[in-house]
């Protein structure tokens, strides 16, 4: 029987009949390059003149160990170099324009295969806001390098209009540069590294090489590297910047990487595959070079002047490290309970968190928790007036007071020798065991101890008076307010329009704002209706440009009003490749619109539920999808200016573009909180399945979105949904049949079934369960953060092993609907219900 089609998972090779065709492919993919016009022949620095112009259409597919990875090359550089500068595309529609080096081997294998290993990328000029396929480069006639996403919208410049540049070429050492008529370099890419140094290339003051976030999220990190005052420094991102690497550079304010050596140190000779400096995710400076299959570190740069102990995350938040490289907890021994519990028992270097999370609203119980025999990276190097941020004129006792009065503190650091004083920080990275050396410093790290007071307290009974008067005082005043919030709402409904205008001009950075007169244009009087439910209908709109858009029109009062300003609040601040965009809004007179980036295969709840379906989603594509779900919430919760809790992660609010790429949608029920805060009590908001346990106490954390992230992952998995009233009574919700399964070893047996993909990789699948039951955990404590699942998910991280299988089944409620049957309230009882914004239902 033929087998049923599994879209996005069909294998990309590159065959060829002849050798003859890999030699001349080698040839053009190294020394040629593919401008739109004004071509130029081939030479060892390819040169591109004025108004050139160069469209991301990715022509060179690699399979770089199962990742396949598209390039648009601008230039090439030689056979020897094996750089080329060009469109990096690590996922289909996240693409880099910049430098990258690569591994060429197999160019003639017995099979002809012609494969790229480990392709490295050097240089970016948009780390931190990709572009799409056929964004465009242009070098104008007036001699800017200016980058254009596909939409149009500006991503990028050299700044370079009116500065007499003449042409732009690639060098054989991996340098982008615009150059005059004399070929003296006007701008080159050598002078704004990203994370990265070449042979030859010099860092001087005002430049620094700044860490990705991790290896797979290329936007900047935690730490960073400098020149400064005749010293390199090694800083990690914090309020203020710590440095936790320092080395004197003698009379020269600068460092070069040349070929042998850096900073004085001796490094091997670079061999003919290549060779490069990069600052990593976790602040380490390695020199990298060409091995058979990938790249190698063969030197790390800093831990001889630092030590393991040294960088900032080496046991991440409030680990500390001991000098065996061991990483443990804060340990309260005036205490019978733990302050603080690891964040994964089998991996110790995710450090700790605490048990109880420090509540701004509860500072009275605030205390400060003091560590013996322990030190901070901080004063691990020598400080000068111009890098220390110790205040000297604060004594002790006053270094700690004014940590308790400031809600943003985390711990103070109290200096006793030369360098006397006090530092306050609002953020606790990794700790040192000073254990057998001379202490010096010490370290008081902010607790919030209970707020439970003995029953016969005298504080416990002025609080049932309290309460007593309080509740004869508010029947009074709940009549009033009754009465009084009748007459307001008769006498102001007529202003309500003006006021809702005015707080929607007021979001900051809101996208573009149109009229419903251009909406209905747009949408052809709002005739192509793509989907409905709840308070709000989608439609298909084109804007003048061509492209398509999502319009969704919301219809409600209050409650719209409310959803529509967290809407245009959230997504229209933020941007991320696995977030839909918000394009525009619409607020005139009662009218409501939001207008969204067009996702051609709509949610994805009609591709994991519709069972029989000729055309479905095979295992690799829900596995790329789940790792784009972590992604987007990972950036939410930790990478924003300020925390967002997503609150309604469903199958229905995940949306899939034309390639298959996942897009969290939906905010209207999100909430953002201040970086400082890790809870917040709020109302019950979502849809019931998705709801973790701790809602009934209407506290809640970002582990809220782990838990239906969890919930999404099983129900991909499972192909079914949370509640399935077709299956047995015993069978029919999915988080109690996982449970019962789990225990009997059974999980094979709940693999979707109707997906012969999916039977294929049975084990695989049964793997990744592990990750859904560890964010399923009833403790919502004990859920990793949505960074920890992604490191999963990468491989770099192993899923806990000690989870607790008696997670909680929901009850869900049923809901009554106009014609007075009832029908399953999952996936429906969200106030906006644009289960998709676009695409084929």
Known sequence: MKKKKQIM??????YCCSIYYYLVAAITFFITYAPLNNAQPPSP?????????????????INSSEVILKLTPVFNGSIDSRLMCGFYCPDINACLFGVVFFNWNNLFSPFYSFTVNDPQLVWSA?????????????LTGNGDLILRDADGAFVWSTNTSGKSVFGLKFTVSGNLVLFDRNDATVWQSFDHPTDSLLVGQTLFPGQKLTSSTSSSNSTPGLFSLTVQDYRLLGYVESNPPLPYFQSGL?????????????????????????????????????????????????????????????YPMVCSNYGICSSNGQCACPDDANSETSTFRQISYTQPNLGCSLVTPISCSHSQYHTLLELKNTSYFYFNIIHTDKNSFLDEKIDLENCKKSCLKNCSCKAALFAYDSRKGCLLLSEVFSLINNEGMVENVTVFLKVQKSSTAPTNSPSKKSRQVTIMLGSSLGTFFGVFFVVTSCFFVLTK??????????????????????????????TSNFNDKLGEGGFGTVFHGTLSDGTKVAVKRLNGFGHVKQSFLAEVETIGNIHHVNL??????????????LVYEYMSNGSMDKWIFQRHQELTLGWQSRKKIIMDIAKGLTYLHEECRQKIFHLDIKPQNILLDE????????????????????????????TPGYLAPEWLSSIITEKVDVYSFGVVVLEMLCGRKILDRSQPEEDMHLLGLFKRKAKAEQLLDIVDKYNDDMQTHRAEVVEMMGVAMWCL??????????????????????????????????????????????????????PLFPSALSGPR
């Open 250 to 310: 003698g009379f020269i304010n600068y460092v070069k990487y040349d070929n042998g050596s850096f900073n004085g140190q001796n490094i091997p000779l670079a061999s003919s595959s290549g060779q490069f400096i990069r600052l990593d995710p976790d602040g380490h400076l390695k020199v990298y070079e060409s091995g058979e299959l990938n790249w190698n570190a063969v030197v790390d740069l800093l831990t001889p002047g630092i030590g393991y102990c040294g």
């Open 777 to 830: 955990q009833s403790d919502f404590s004990r859920r990793p953060s949505m960074s920890v699942v992604v490191k999963v998910l990468e491989g770099f991280v192993d899923v806990e092993n000690n989870l607790d299988y008696n997670i909680t089944t929901p009850v869900v409620p049923r809901a009554i609907t106009a014609t007075g049957h009832q029908e399953d309230a999952i996936g429906d009882a969200t």
């Open 126 to 138: 948009n780390r931190d806001r990709p572009v799409q396929i056929n964004a465009t480069l242009q």
């Open 45 to 61: 620095s390819p040169v591109a003149n004025l108004s050139t112009s160069w469209i991301n259409t990715p022509s060179i597919l």
């Open 493 to 522: 409904k007529q202003e309500s329009e003006e006021l809702d205008e005015f707080f929607v001009d007021q979001v900051p950075g809101s996208p573009t704002r149109l009229s419903y007169e251009e909406l209905r244009v747009m």
């Open 580 to 593: 839909v965009r918000l394009v525009g809004f619409c607020a005139e007179k009662s009218y409501r619109l």
């Open 9 to 14: 998972d069909r294998p990309y090779c590159l």
């Open 659 to 686: 390639h298959f790429n996942a897009k969290i949608s939906d905010f209207g029920l999100s909430k953002l909180i201040d970086k400082d805060q890790s809870q917040v009590v709020t109302m019950m908001k979502g």
